[in-house]
């Protein structure tokens, strides 16, 4: 009843393992649906790869984490006062592995009263404003965080993507030193800036203006999803049925466009399978024109993300929970009940039923 994410094990361990080493100090950032394959799975291959910390997106996915992997757990999504109960449920039995970050002043307050002596690192807010201190509020941060009694064990900043990055994270760089936040921890630990989305030669770039501080990337996608050539979504062929043009069929008792075949395949809205636009036709001479060579978009039809017979399917109807309804005209070869069948996916949107790693 599968959809199943299959991996080439070597070579998926192979890419991994040569990310890690041209990425000095990785962080691997392990969060959602496990970019496809699962937190669980992340949590063992970040202590296989040697890396001392791994950052999870939120304090709940510190369940699927801390007892598959041993170092330090950093927490992307800034502590928040109106969290706090949920948090110290979800940090469970050690927390002191867990490291806090902080983006607004009114939290770290609210943070010590919880958590006294907490682990944090004070994010600069970036081009993304999503979270995180501007340059005045860096410096008043990192005062009123030490009379908190919290320790400081840097900062981060979340870049957007692409070009312009660098000179973003050189400007925020400034601000944090200006902030005191590269100074040396008390046990004589060099402060740490963790960064996302610069590249290993931008990075290293920075390393060298920098050297007071310990710049770590902070990667997900490149790691985990990077060779996707390693990566084959796969569903199954659950059923079939001829069925001749007027036949009604489906939820909503549609009727069959044409004769053809209803493939019935693993993989539904719960897998996170969506439907998508219809390929084309936005205007009536278009349409008209796809009509007139019978495509399935003039009908109303929408190209699946399923591969049968070498080309992309239409969907029957919207897809349902667990299965898809798809259409095959005649003259398409049907597989067989059982056949797998290709499926282009999202792998950081998709709840696979299992991961195969050769
Ligand atoms: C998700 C996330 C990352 C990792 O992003 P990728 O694009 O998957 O490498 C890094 N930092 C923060 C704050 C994030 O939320």
Redesign the pocket.
């Known amino acids: 009843m599968s959809l199943v994410l299959h991996v080439d094990g070597p070579r998926w361990r192979a890419h991994l393992r040569a990310t890690a080493e041209v990425r000095p100090d990785l962080i691997p ?1 392990i ?1 959602g649906n496990g970019y496809g394959f699962g937190n669980a799975r992340l949590a063992r291959k970040a202590g296989w790869l040697g890396a001392d910390t791994v ?1 999870v ?1 939120t304090y709940q996915e510190i369940a699927d984490v801390r007892q598959r992997f041993d170092g330090d757990l950093a927490v ?1 999504t800034p502590w928040r006062a109106f969290d706090a109960d949920a948090v110290l449920t979800a940090i469970g039995p050690d927390p002191d592995r867990v490291v806090h970050t902080v983006g607004r002043l009114a939290d770290l307050d609210a943070l010590a009263a919880r958590l006294p002596g907490a682990r944090i690192v004070l994010e600069r807010l970036t081009s993304m404003k999503r979270h995180g201190f501007t340059a005045r509020g860096l410096r008043e941060a990192t005062r009123a965080a030490t009379e908190a009694g919290l320790r400081i064990e840097g900062a981060s900043l ?1 870049l957007p993507m692409g070009p312009g990055n660098l000179a973003e994270a050189a400007d925020l760089l400034t601000d944090i030193v200006a902030a005191g936040l590269a100074r040396p921890s008390a046990d004589g630990r060099p402060a740490t800036v963790t960064v ?2 610069l590249r290993a030669e931008e990075l290293r770039g920075l390393a060298e203006q920098y050297p007071e501080v310990r710049l770590r990337p ?5 790691l985990w999803l990077g060779d996707r050539g390693a990566l084959t979504a796969r569903a199954r062929v659950l059923d079939r049925h001829p069925v001749e043009r007027g036949e009604t069929f489906g939820y909503r008792r549609r009727r069959v466009p044409r004769t053809g075949t209803l493939l019935v395949v693993s993989g539904g809205t719960a897998h996170g399978i969506g439907l998508e636009a219809p390929t084309g036709a936005p205007d009536l001479r278009s349409r008209a024109v796809s009509v007139a060579r019978g495509g399935l978009d003039a009908i109303g039809l929408a190209r699946s993300p399923f591969t049968v017979a070498g080309a992309a399917r239409y969907f029957a109807e919207p897809p349902h929970m667990q299965a898809s309804m798809l259409y095959l005209p005649p003259g398409v070869a049907v597989p067989e009940v059982g056949e797998e069948i290709d499926v282009r996916v999202r792998f950081t949107a998709t709840w696979f039923d299992r991961v195969e790693v050769s």
């Open positions: 950032v969060k950052a997106g992307l979340h996302s989305h902070r990667i997900g996608t490149d």
